[in-house]
């Protein structure tokens, strides 16, 4: 895998993550409901939908107790909520890719939000499939390395005999690539051998490379309309082919 900007634009979204933790764990628990109603069974051992959900709030640091209550709530009799899952596409300033995941009460109200912020910041809201095409859909596990300590070749044989496809160290972090269903059981087995997650959750990775922006105006505007989307509590997330100039 080539591309040194992945973590980099997945670490502004865990900086707001981690400014707003309330919010981040309400659309992970949104995400956790859909997926034990889509997948039949509170039980990740048999519901991998839900088993890479719950991976993704481990990683994310949400405590287990809001895990397991946000289970029995999806299972409980009286829970009537209905989300929607609807994926928007378009382009930002000098033709970003842009694709934004939602789950959704209300389709009208979000698709109006969706196309507002798209338009505001210098960009457009396009049809579906019209960038997702040229993005491939994997499962992305981000390990912690801020101390540098940790030895590549063993993490990479680690994350293989885990059930990895791919692996790549940079300077703090080393993220290892799987297939979208295995992204829970690889993550499990990487925590259970001490490491710790940053990330872990199926992505979309722009299949040529990373957008570097150069005027001044386009990088604000790609940058306000990026927070625009993360800020809104119907997003679940943000994929582009952006690459940061900071």
Known sequence: MSGHSKWHNIQKTKGAADAKRAQAFTKIAREMIVAVKE??????????????????????????????????????????????????????????????????DNRNRTAGEMRHYFDKYGGNMGAANCVSWSFDKKGVIVIDNEDEDLDEDT??????????????????????????????????????????????????????????????????????????FEDNEDVQNVWHNWEDAE
């Not at 709030?57 to 949400?62: E, F, I, L, Q, V």
């Not at 990479?156 to 059930?163: C, K, Q, R, T, V």
């Open 39 to 104: 997948g039949g069974s509170g039980d990740p051992r048999s519901n991998s939908k839900l088993a890479a959900v719950v991976a993704k709030a481990k990683a994310a640091n949400m405590p287990n107790d809001n895990i397991k209550r946000t289970i029995d709530k999806a299972l409980g009799a009286g829970n009537t909520e209905n989300y929607e899952k609807i994926t928007y596409e378009g382009y930002g300033p000098c033709g970003v890719a842009v694709i934004v995941e939602t789950m959704t």
């Open 155 to 228: 993490v990479m044989m680690d994350a293989l005999e885990a059930g990895a496809a791919d692996f790549e160290a940079e300077d703090d972090v080393m993220t290892v690539y799987t297939g979208v269903d295995e992204v829970a059981a690889v993550a499990d087995a990487l925590t259970a051998a001490g490491y710790k997650l940053l990330s872990a959750q199926v992505e979309m990775l722009p299949q040529n490379g990373y957008i570097k922006l150069t005027n001044e105006d386009d990088i604000k505007n790609m940058q306000k309309m990026l927070d625009m």
